[in-house]
T-cell receptor, first 113, second 113 residues
Framework: DAGVTQSPTHLIKTRGQQVTLRCSPKSGHDTVSWYQQALGQGPQFIFQ???????QRGNFPDRFSGHQFPNYSSELNVNALLLGDSALYLC????????????FGPGTRLTVT | DAKTTQPPSMDCAEGRAANLPCNHS???????VYWYRQIHSQGPQYIIHGLKNNETNEMASLIITEDRKSSTLILPHATLRDTAVYYCIVPNAGGTSYGKLTFGQGTILTVHP
């Protein structure tokens, strides 16, 4: 049973560029959430997708956007990258929307230079 | 979300029980307590959750006090692989944070040989 997978593992971008991160949820899960984890901090909720719609959003600017596909996989897009966007981006999936029992992927380490 | 307070760090000898406390004095009657852990360079891992009765699974036991203002996560026989940051989370049931996990600083548990 495949767990949550994310790609790429690491990514280096330049300030002002755009980036797309990808996530495949755990088998049988239809809800995907994204979190940002800065160095030394706990993860912060970005948004949650269910039925291809954004259902919940944290305190992140519109530069952060997402998408969910019919197969439940998801993308996180960040535009106009800032140095402060450097972080570990985590994807989590759950069996149902609103569930707090979430299963996390290994994350994508984004470095903005 | 109900505020939680955890000690910043704890030590434990390998093979001994690790008891991680969490205070959540503002918890509401229908709010659950969730525990996650994050091993270095990995995504968070769901451990266990409970409402008011003690809970046990293959990973840990969760003891919630009768007044529900505090809880303890117990790892019965800690191993070196249990060294991680442990997060106690009390999400806002049915409120605006539906499905959103709010991570604090957690407790850094170090298991020594």
């Amino acid at each position: 049973d495949a767990g949550v997978t994310q790609s790429p593992t690491h990514l280096i971008k330049t300030r002002g560029q755009q980036v797309t991160l990808r996530c495949s949820p755990k088998s049988g899960h239809d809800t995907v959430s994204w979190y940002q984890q800065a160095l030394g901090q706990g993860p912060q909720f970005i948004f949650q997708y269910y039925e291809e719609e954004e259902r919940q959003r944290g305190n992140f600017p519109d530069r952060f956007s997402g998408h969910q596909f019919p197969n439940y996989s998801s993308e996180l897009n960040v535009n106009a990258l800032l140095l402060g966007d450097s972080a570990l981006y985590l994807c989590a999936s759950s069996l149902e929307v609103g569930s707090y029992e979430q299963y996390f992927g290994p994350g994508t380490r984004l470095t903005v230079t | 979300d109900a505020k939680t307070t955890q000690p910043p760090s704890m030590d434990c000898a390998e093979g001994r029980a690790a008891n991680l406390p969490c205070n959540h004095s503002t918890i509401s009657g229908n709010e659950y307590v969730y525990w996650y852990r994050q091993i270095h360079s990995q995504g968070p891992q769901y451990i266990i959750h409970g409402l008011k009765n003690n809970e046990t699974n293959e990973m840990a036991s969760l003891i919630i006090t009768e007044d529900r203002k505090s809880s303890t996560l117990i790892l019965p026989h800690a191993t070196l692989r249990d060294t991680a940051v442990y997060y106690c989370i009390v999400p806002n049931a049915g409120g605006t944070s539906y499905g959103k996990l709010t991570f604090g600083q957690g407790t850094i548990l170090t298991v020594h040989p």
